[in-house]
């Protein structure tokens, strides 16, 4: 039977979504005299039953945007945050769940950290903070009213080794002025995607716990490695964390290569034994790639690039 509602012609609404995006959520947990802090940054999208709404305008089936927004709010207060995580499967259940037009809810955060400035008297801060400078922790939850898929995440993370790498034996052809390096100066900016394996069934992983965690294997894949390329050395972060972490089915690893080039003192009459670098901007290499757990990979493939 035709969809009277859809006006005559070629042209048929595709995949389509809407939200409110960027809510900032500061949520202070007041325990005395220490505080705690969360600071978020939720997006919420919601897709299911829309086509009316583009078709001939009627708002019948959409929940506006501004009360996404405060319902944000609103749970921060009701629910407090006990991670991004938690926080995220408590919004994409309560929009599929409350709203029949709504079929699959995507709520992606980001968590700003921030550490406690110690104070003379008050070994744990109470409730100074300052804003770690460090990397930026990611959450994407998606839940469509029967299967919950969690992908946490990082980016920002600046790390540097100053010697163990080399890179050299690569393809060369009448363009290639790369000198060989058999020492040298490895440095990224880790961006990393993982993908949970829990899918609603059975107890939830410890959020906070499996974030510290995959972030301390990646540091110390990334410092334990001796390097032959920034190839081998993201592979080994990603394995190492598929080794240690059960609960984590895949992890998507995106490395810029932060180029350190020795400087030429030469012309000033001083030597440069690998201890003078330029550090580039750009361009720059682009190293990614997915690291998945033998017999659990995704029945649909995920994009983890967009988180």
Same mark, same amino acid.
């Given at each position: 039977?035709?969809?009277?509602?859809?006006?005559?012609?070629?042209?048929?609404?595709?995949?389509?979504?809407?939200?409110?995006?960027?809510?900032?959520?500061?949520?202070?947990?007041?325990?005395?005299?220490?505080?705690?802090?969360?600071?978020?940054?939720?997006?919420?999208?919601?897709?299911?039953?829309?086509?009316?709404?583009?078709?001939? &305008?009627?708002?019948?089936?959409?929940?506006?945007?501004?009360?996404?927004?405060?319902?944000?709010?609103?749970?921060?207060?009701? %629910? &407090? +945050?006990?991670?991004?995580?938690?926080?995220? +499967?408590?919004?994409?259940? %309560?929009?599929?769940?409350?709203?029949?037009?709504?079929?699959?809810?995507?709520?992606?955060?980001?968590?700003?950290?921030?550490?406690? +400035?110690?104070?003379?008297?008050?070994?744990?801060?109470? %409730?100074?903070?300052?804003?770690?400078?460090?990397?930026?922790?990611?959450?994407?939850?998606?839940?469509?009213?029967?299967?919950?898929?969690? =992908?946490?995440?990082?980016?920002?993370?600046?790390?540097?080794?100053?010697?163990?790498?080399?890179?050299?034996?690569?393809?060369?052809?009448?363009?290639?002025?790369?000198?060989?390096?058999?020492?040298?100066?490895?440095?990224?900016?880790?961006?990393?995607?993982?993908?949970?394996?829990?899918?609603?069934?059975?107890?939830?992983?410890?959020?906070?716990?499996?974030?510290?965690?995959?972030?301390?294997?990646?540091?110390?894949?990334?410092?334990?490695?001796?390097?032959?390329?920034?190839?081998?050395?993201?592979?080994?972060?990603?394995?190492?964390?598929?080794?240690?972490?059960?609960?984590?089915?895949?992890?998507?690893?995106?490395?810029?290569?932060?180029?350190?080039?020795?400087?030429?003192?030469?012309?000033?009459?001083?030597?440069?034994?690998?201890? =003078?670098?330029?550090?580039?901007?750009?361009?720059?290499?682009?190293?990614?790639?997915?690291?998945?757990?033998? &017999?659990?990979?995704?029945?649909?493939?995920?994009?983890?690039?967009?988180?």
């Amino acid at each position: 039977m035709a969809d009277v509602s859809r006006p005559a012609g070629p042209a048929l609404l595709g995949q389509n979504q809407y939200g409110k995006a960027e809510n900032r959520v500061v949520r202070i947990t007041r325990d005395g005299a220490t505080h705690h802090i969360k600071d978020l940054n939720v997006s919420v999208t919601l897709s299911g039953a829309m086509d009316e709404v583009h078709y001939s &305008g009627s708002n019948a089936s959409v929940l506006p945007t501004d009360t996404t927004k405060n319902t944000v709010y609103a749970f921060a207060q009701q %629910h &407090g +945050i006990e991670s991004a995580e938690a926080f995220g +499967i408590l919004l994409a259940r %309560h929009f599929v769940t409350s709203q029949e037009a709504i079929g699959r809810a995507r709520i992606r955060i980001e968590e700003y950290a921030w550490e406690r +400035i110690a104070l003379p008297g008050a070994p744990d801060g109470g %409730h100074s903070f300052v804003r770690k400078g460090q990397e930026t922790r990611l959450a994407q939850i998606t839940y469509d009213g029967s299967a919950w898929e969690v =992908v946490s995440g990082l980016a920002d993370l600046v790390v540097l080794n100053s010697t163990d790498s080399e890179f050299w034996g690569y393809a060369k052809d009448e363009y290639t002025t790369l000198p060989e390096a058999y020492d040298r100066v490895l440095a990224t900016e880790v961006t990393a995607r993982w993908r949970y394996g829990w899918t609603g069934e059975g107890k939830a992983p410890d959020w906070d716990v499996s974030y510290e965690e995959t972030r301390r294997h990646l540091l110390t894949a990334f410092a334990g490695t001796y390097s032959y390329s920034l190839q081998q050395t993201l592979y080994a972060m990603g394995a190492q964390v598929l080794e240690t972490r059960d609960e984590i089915d895949e992890i998507r690893l995106s490395l810029p290569n932060k180029h350190h080039f020795l400087v030429d003192l030469a012309p000033f009459g001083l030597t440069n034994d690998n201890e =003078v670098y330029l550090a580039a901007d750009r361009p720059y290499g682009l190293i990614e790639a997915t690291v998945l757990r033998q &017999g659990r990979e995704a029945a649909i493939p995920v994009d983890l690039t967009n988180l």
